[in-house]
């Protein structure tokens, strides 16, 4: 029969996905082998070479790249049935948890060889960003039994709040970035999807602090917000100062630019799912908005050089995160609840969802085993 024909034809796709994947994980095991276990940035998937970036300091591999590998590994190691993946995500875990932290504070660049941190310049934008994303979407994603990154994931929420959450002479509130101790009054847009993390691990907290994290939430995701309000295009720029007399506005010329970026509108898309404030739609239809008058071109959407500017310069590249992240973002935004549903999906950093593992004892001849929301 048709259903069956079509059942046969898409389960042979599936697997056809699995294998491939399977092949890919294999070719990059080869990264891992460093002293530490901490994968290098740059692998050449023929030789198994790899190396570092040559812009990363001193050779070092970074944070968001090394520590935005957990879920997808896991997932790995739960198709495959081969739990090297997994073992490889642990491993970093290991080391991570085993040095020294300044201030609790985890740097963006680490040796590979020493396993020693090189520089002290903290991020919760570029650089660093994901890491913490994946400590509480880790904790999430194993049906919250991941009690390490649990513990992991609020104590860096801890550092984060008692050494870069800063309040503006505004009142906004924002993330700073940490340099050896000096803080620069600097947000990046990618630092934005911090009103999203924050909110999703609002509930699993110490109970006392639910509201604060909530609130927390909010104030990010107001400032970021801000930061689009108050450009001429009402699109938000790469970074964002508060000295100077500055409050949620780039000053200077390498900021000024919009290149499509996700992450302001993935803090409005969990905020809405998890507080339902019409507002965030508000907002998200604001961008939506700003996209359609300053961002469509005849082939797609461009990036635009200033945002500030009344008439503005396209810099003719539709990245690849506006397919996969920012119009995803917004189309859940305003799709109902039951689509993707939090509780059964988590999404990576690129906004592709994975099912939640559930952990069920199933009664039978097969035993005990794990079951994904998938199956």
Excluded at 14 to 31: R, S, Y
Excluded at 82 to 107: Q, W
Excluded at 251 to 256: K, V, Y
Aim: some cysteine; hydrophobic content about 35%.
């Amino acid at each position: 029969s048709l259903y069956f024909s079509l059942h046969r034809t898409l389960s042979r796709q599936v697997m056809q996905i699995c294998l491939t994947l399977m092949v890919l994980g294999e070719k990059l095991l080869p990264a891992f082998n460093t002293p530490t276990g901490i994968p290098r940035g740059v692998i050449n998937l023929g030789s198994g070479t790899s190396w570092s970036w040559g812009w990363a300091s001193a050779g070092s591999s970074i944070l968001a790249e090394f520590g935005t590998l957990h879920l997808e590994f896991v997932h790995l190691s739960e198709l495959s049935n081969n739990g090297i993946y997994t073992e490889k995500v642990m491993n970093i875990r290991k080391l991570l948890n085993k040095i020294e932290k300044p201030h609790g504070l985890y740097p963006n660049f680490l040796s590979p060889v020493s396993g020693n941190w090189v520089q002290h310049h903290v991020s919760v934008g570029g650089l660093g960003d994901s890491f913490y994303e994946y400590l509480i979407k880790s904790y999430l994603m194993s049906d919250k039994t991941d009690e390490e990154a649990k513990k992991m994931y609020y104590s860096a929420l801890e550092a984060i709040e008692a050494n870069l959450v800063q309040k503006s002479p505004g009142g906004l509130t924002y993330m700073a970035e940490w340099r050896g101790g000096i803080l620069d009054h600097k947000m990046g847009h990618l630092a934005c999807f911090s009103g999203g993390m924050v909110v999703i691990g609002a509930d699993d907290g110490a109970p006392e602090k639910r509201q604060h994290y909530l609130d927390l939430a909010a104030e990010i995701t107001h400032t970021c917000h801000e930061s689009y309000s108050r450009s001429a295009t009402k699109l938000g720029p790469e970074a964002f100062r508060f000295d100077g007399g500055a409050e949620a506005t780039a000053t200077r010329l390498s900021d000024r630019y919009y290149i499509l970026r996700p992450e302001v509108i993935e803090s409005y898309m969990y905020m809405w799912r998890l507080t339902h404030d019409p507002k965030y739609r508000e907002w998200g239809w604001e961008a939506v908005e700003a996209l359609e008058q300053h961002c469509r071109v005849e082939a797609g959407f461009s990036g635009i050089r200033d945002v500030y500017a009344q008439t503005v310069s396209h810099d003719n590249m539709q990245q690849s995160f506006f397919l996969s992240e920012t119009l995803k973002y917004l189309y859940l935004l305003f799709s109902d609840d039951d689509l993707l549903p939090l509780e059964d999906w988590v999404f990576n950093t690129e906004a592709h969802p994975l099912p939640v593992v559930r952990k069920s004892c199933l009664q039978g001849e097969g035993g005990t085993h794990d079951k994904t929301t998938a199956e």
